[in-house]
């Protein structure tokens, strides 16, 4: 049972452009939730997070947004720079230090 | 800060023989670390949680008389995989709980295991 999920795969933005990387959850429990970037043969390296009791946190081109109604959160990468090309990683966790990972999407910008 | 140090990057060994992968946390102590393995295209699975002082707790399916975890010290967590065999061959990672902020975990940089 997949409790955290990215249904897209794969992502090919522009240059310049917003990147929009969307994470699905189903267990109500989880309160913290982390966005990882990942490049080949790397470990994951973190990028932003958003605890439950908000909907939104910023930090420089990235923004994490978190609809805890439809179980939701999204990652938005504004501009896309070519070197934000990499895997990404959505997690969560509940009142444990265990952190569910879900299966990635592969980002592409190009110029 | 929080880095965490992982090693050897890669490592390729003939079947039955064991293996030590170790995880630093360089600048932080860490008295929680975790063990991931990573499947070609998919997602980080837990493997276990390694706690300083005391066994470490292991997730279903994962055999701890194969997968022997050792965190002796705040900074040092090992992972040995005994009497490898081909389908042990993965990519495996670790990472530490920082203090920055609840449940952020610092990753090494991972460790591909080839067995021949």
């Known amino acids: 049972d997949q409790q955290v999920k990215q249904n897209s795969p794969s992502l090919s933005v522009q240059e310049g452009r917003i990147s929009i990387l969307n994470c699905d959850y189903t267990?109500?429990?989880?309160?913290?939730f982390l966005w990882y970037k990942k490049y080949p043969a790397e470990g994951p390296t973190f990028l932003i997070s958003?605890?439950?009791?908000?909907d939104k946190n910023e930090d420089g081109r990235f923004t994490v947004f978190l609809n805890k109604s439809a179980k939701h959160l999204s990652l938005h990468i504004v501009p896309s720079q070519p070197g934000d090309s990499a895997v990404y990683f959505c997690?969560?966790?509940?009142?444990?230090?265990?952190?569910?990972f879900g299966t990635g999407t592969r980002l592409q910008v190009f110029p | 800060g929080a880095v965490v140090s992982q090693h050897p990057s890669r490592v390729i060994c003939k079947s039955g023989t064991s293996v030590k992968i170790e995880c630093r946390s360089l600048?932080?102590?860490?008295?929680?670390m975790f063990w991931y393995r990573q499947f070609p295209k998919k997602s980080l699975m837990l493997m276990a949680t390694?706690?300083?002082?005391?066994?470490?707790?292991?997730e279903q399916g994962v055999e701890k008389d194969k997968f022997l975890i050792n965190h002796a010290s705040l900074t040092l967590s090992t992972l040995t995989v005994t009497s490898a065999h081909p389908e042990d061959s993965s990519f495996y990672i670790c990472?530490?709980?920082?203090?920055?902020?609840?449940?952020?975990?610092?990753f090494g940089a991972g460790t591909r295991l080839s067995v021949l």
């Open positions: 990472s530490a709980r920082g203090n920055r902020g609840r449940n952020i975990q610092y």
């Open positions: 267990n109500s429990m989880f309160d913290y």
């Open positions: 958003i605890s439950s009791i908000k």
């Open positions: 997690a969560a966790s509940s009142n444990t230090d265990k952190l569910i």
């Open positions: 600048d932080f102590q860490a008295t929680t």
């Open positions: 390694s706690n300083e002082g005391s066994k470490a707790t292991y």
